[in-house]
């Protein structure tokens, strides 16, 4: 008789210790599963505010293409205006403008024919 009772203690003893392994490890994986749960949830969060950022910076983008292309438009009508096209000016100041892009000293005949009276006679 105290061999079946020492093998039912023996008995009950594996039996609690493999009970309460399972349970540690139930518990465990339950821990487990709760963070990946909340991992999951942060993950989606932030990807939905990555999302509306993301489409907020789309939509500004779009309009600051149409508004290059606005300005594009507006430095090709200042190009074809026709006071860039020497329309307007005379042959010597056309050619006073050269000289002095060019860095060449003016005839003093232009420079007196070019100006005014009062700026060509100035000290």
Same mark, same amino acid.
């Given at each position: /008789? ?11 003893? &594996? ?5 309460? $392994?399972?349970?540690?490890? $139930? ?12 991992? %999951?949830?942060?993950?989606?969060? &932030? /990807?939905?505010? %990555? ?5 907020? #910076? ?10 290059? +292309?606005?300005?594009? +438009? ?5 190009? %074809? ?12 100041? #056309? +050619? ?8 060449? @000293? @003016?005839?003093?005949? !232009? #420079? ?10 100035? !000290?």
């Amino acid at each position: /008789m105290t061999r079946l009772r020492l093998l039912a203690a023996a008995l009950a003893l &594996a039996t609690t210790a493999t009970g309460g $392994w399972l349970a540690r490890g $139930w518990l465990e994986d339950s821990q487990r599963l709760t963070a990946e749960r909340a991992i %999951e949830q942060a993950i989606a969060a &932030a /990807m939905a505010r %990555e999302s509306e950022i993301a489409g907020a #910076v789309e939509t500004r983008l779009a309009e600051l293409e149409a508004n290059e +292309r606005i300005i594009d +438009r507006g430095i090709i009508r200042e190009i %074809e205006k026709p006071i860039y096209r020497r329309v307007c000016l005379e042959p010597r100041l #056309v +050619r006073l403008l050269n000289d002095a892009a060019a860095g060449r @000293p @003016p005839a003093s005949a !232009d #420079v007196a024919d070019a100006l005014p009276n009062d700026a060509a006679t100035a !000290d």
